[in-house]
């Protein structure tokens, strides 16, 4: 890693999306973790008007930790591709595809990747399945998404969907075990079952601490493990992802994947690290590798 000591590194967080405290959280932890390991690292805090300011930067690598809106949705990495600055994370399709949750299960039923039932809502009057989870088709950390058990609701959690998309998803509810798998590159991580106390997993089962269990005793056979970590790196590759992602999974019989992060949460609690911790690898050589397969050109 000694050639990347010698890189200007920025690391850019925050942005303009609902994630942006999350963002500040992580683009935090990565600027010290690389100001402690001894990399030449500025911080940038990414708002609604100044991404030309990374120009100005002058870096060699950008470490996106931008969750949400422009930092997942491709803005940032096309901005960085037409500069030619190098960056880390998925390229410019990848990261659209897999941050629109409709595109990304069209993909996975190419590639015959399990996933739930699914439709866009509006596009019938009475719900297809029930119970069943309304989501924003471009949002993360859980927001605007709801579980439905009844046709009442059903309506209601439309309309709080589409306050943050106009593009929302209706996806079978499936009873199973809630399990994330994150990869970098070609290393796939070991699973974490998710065991939020309130029984969603929702944006305050995410943030608040002491609310959710995270467990590597996941209850799955080593065969089943297996298969989720199979799964996951098919949909990682259907994405065409590069760098970092997680991929959550419902596992009941077989795993079925909901959705691919392609900036996962990088906070000192986060799954990534987590996973990477437990897998003997410390948060500094967590940041190398992604760093490691920073490109320009990703599109």
Do not use: W
């Amino acid at each position: 890693m000694a050639n990347l000591k010698e890189k200007k590194v920025l690391v850019v967080y925050g942005g303009i999306g609902s994630e942006r405290e999350v963002s500040l959280r992580t683009g935090q932890n990565v600027y010290d973790a690389l100001k402690k390991g001894g990399y030449d690292v500025e911080a940038f805090i990414l708002n609604e008007d100044n991404i030309y300011e990374i120009l100005s930067r002058h870096p060699d690598i950008c470490f996106n930790a931008v969750h949400g809106k422009y930092g997942e949705d491709g803005v940032l990495q096309g901005f960085l591709e037409m500069a030619g600055i190098a960056y880390t994370g998925s390229g410019v399709a990848s990261s659209m595809m897999a941050y629109n949750k409709y595109m990304a299960k069209l993909a996975f039923e190419k590639n015959a990747i399990p996933t739930p039932k699914y439709y866009q809502f509006g596009t019938g009057g009475d719900p297809q399945f029930m119970p069943c989870v309304i989501k924003p088709a471009r949002e993360g950390s859980t927001v605007g998404v709801s579980i439905v058990h009844t046709r009442d609701h059903y309506k209601q959690a439309g309309s709080l969907a589409k306050r943050y998309d106009d593009c929302v998803l209706v996806e079978e509810y499936i009873d199973g075990k809630e399990i994330t798998v994150s990869i970098v590159n070609s290393k796939v991580f070991s699973p974490i079952l998710i065991k939020p106390l309130s029984g969603f997993y929702d944006y305050a089962s995410k943030y608040t601490a002491g609310s959710t269990e995270y467990l590597f005793d996941t209850g799955l056979s080593p065969s089943e493990i297996s298969l989720v970590k199979a799964t996951a790196m098919s949909a990682y590759r259907a994405l065409n992802c590069s760098g970092a992602a997680r991929v959550d999974i419902i596992f009941r019989e077989i795993p079925y994947v909901l959705e691919v992060n392609t900036v996962p949460g990088l906070t000192e609690t986060s799954n990534l690290p987590k996973a990477a911790e437990h897998d003997g690898i410390s948060a500094l050589e967590l940041f190398e590798m992604m760093l490691s397969s920073a490109s320009s050109g990703q599109y």
